[in-house]
């Protein structure tokens, strides 16, 4: 089965914005053993729509397209998709009901120009969209190239180009299609997370598991600091594939011990939260440099006030010494970025905050603030528990955005080590 | 003069590498005049790589096509170049003597492999490579669909993938040909982005400046919240698209007025901060829901300790009773998400860390702890000045991170007309 996915708008092909949504849905795609024969971004032009849909249906089983679907007057891939079809528009009055239903659960009037939204052409069936306005399209295109044969069907996905929306009805209606229609070869895929430790680190771990020629293969990949062991098997049943895919599931395993923290859609933060809930212990923070993005990171998670109890966002040395006691004179002589100050934080933060455990981030985010001993990047981390108080300095690579992550994900890992009864193995 | 860009290689198509060339050549061809009708990624194969080239041929003056220039055998830009002018791979000796004497420079004999590098179609022109060993080339179509007229040039450049390797290559020999090419027709881009409505409403303010056929051209798109202007004026000098940009920018401020905050590359965030820096006035947060997320957004500036004091993560209502003083009563009465609430936490960060303003969010961001009369979503939000407080209920839609993220940008916004010396239009 082949398939072709197309990205709709100005900003894509005028270069403003990066085509994220294809690079997506290709991966999800090769999951379920869907080839790709190309992607295409076309600008909001109904006739420039209308001819890279007609085109890629000569070629493919299945097109998938993005964007187009706003209210405004520049969204106009529904319209290019009854040209191909040679339908009218039909309003869809279960998807008006809802919207309109929307808008007044936020106590305003639906604005005339959402209605557009509600259109799509006749014979195609509707796809929900639970994250906006937008209704999806499922379309077949016909071709007879050959009278004596059957008519070769194309289907035709619309959906919303906001990540978000396309993503949720992709998997919940696009997906499942798709799947159905594939046949063939069972690709399974998996992820594996590391958190810590450099790319090249990992990979000299892996050794021979890294192989190209190798299946189930294993590739790396990296994004936000984490290391990402992708693991793809390809056989021609699923037996096989589950109990290769399991093998080298456990053989990576055992190459990277507990550097590993979780897989596939698992988050580090979410692992940490997870361990939370599980023990029942509770958490503060006392953030100076990362500014609230670890508290964040904490309560991205439905749920978190469970576990989160929370903090103080010391950043400047008034509210350090003013909020949670640190003596002056200790950040006057070490520095308010030094491995006392930092233990002094988490202290008081977890006393104040009556937690199991309490972290504390001071570190130097830059671009400006660095100096010769302590450089860009100097993070020390405190993580005050029960028994003590583990502190630790780290120097971070890049630019202020990668040092407050990594200043974050790295103080959730010094805190999910803890919580497994281990230290830190680098 | 219009033209397409086609990105060559299965690691595009299989979504493990982001098209990052389609966009650098798309924002480098719209300033010299030259329309973008589309981006294809192609893999590696050499039908599919031929097929793309003819049928866009067909509809554009010029394509740039980046990729499959390797020395490997799934490297086949170059033969599908072939397949489609008809013409047979000729040997460039003048690149194949520089490619051997390049080897010989580092001490090596040259690959045998790499001599398909120095291969370009007959009749077409080999285009120099200062950063690596494949030679670029640039063919040209001739269309002839109307004997009684000269044929239609369709100028084909091709460059490798590598970003370095092709950014040399179109700026050094690509782009002065695309200029004089072009026609000198000027194009002008601008963003204008608002933060606070629905894009149906920007739209509607927007009225008859959105219409399609208007020069410059006003369309708009969203991300995060953020409703965006983008504005293309399309002149034949550069004195008349700049004026006529500045008076399309004019119209768009007058119907929408402070909504918008910002231009191009400004972020909502990065404007408060702005402000506050020339003020000179300072900033706390007490934050329930969004858990660090505001106090992140006001960190992510380089400089922000000049207005950032610090502030209280008062996830728990035994904090908000604790830290900020907040009568337990008060919450048992009102509830967390009250508008009391979230002004009393808003008065005692203003006082506690002595600031010119603070802000405070308390809401409900789900999944649970909605009810009838405050559903998920609800979240009020203060901010305390010296005279007096702002405070405001908003009910946003979405899920947890979307709750979250718009009450920040909420309260950046209610911070930003006060700094304004305004009350918010919505």
Redesign the interface.
Known sequence: MLASIISI????????????N??????RL?AVGVD?????????SQA?IA??IR?TSN?VDAIIVTGGL?????DLTRQALADVLETPLELNQPWLDHVKA?FE???RVM????QIQAMIPAGAKMLWNN?GTAAGIHATIAHRFDRTRPPRQVDVFVMPG?P?EMKGMFDRDVFPHLQSRGGGAVILQKMLHTFGVGESTVAEQLGDLMHRGRNPRVGT?VSGGIVSLRIGARYDNLAAAESQMLDTVQRCHAALGDLIFGEDTQSLHGVVGEMLKQSGETVA?A?SC???????Y???L????SY?????????N??KA??LGVDPKLIEQQGAVSEPVAEALAKAARQ???TDYALAVSGIA???GGTATKPVGTVCIALSHSRGTDVRTFVFPGD??MVRDRSAKMALTLLRYRLAGKSLPF
Chains 1, 2 share one sequence.
């Open positions: 708008g100005d900003e894509l092909v005028l270069g403003q914005t990066l085509d994220t294809s690079a997506w849905l290709s991966q090769a790709i024969s190309s992607h295409h971004c076309v600008g909001d420039d001819r890279v085109e070629v706003g209210p405004t007057d520049d929307y659960k936020l106590g604005p005339e120009k959402n994250n906001v978000k990949t923070v953030e990362t500014g609230g993005l670890l508290a964040k904490l309560t991205d439905p749920g978190s006030s989160f109890q929370g903090g103080w966002l010391v950043y400047s008034e509210m003013q909020e104040r905050a009556g830059g671009p400006d202020r955005e």
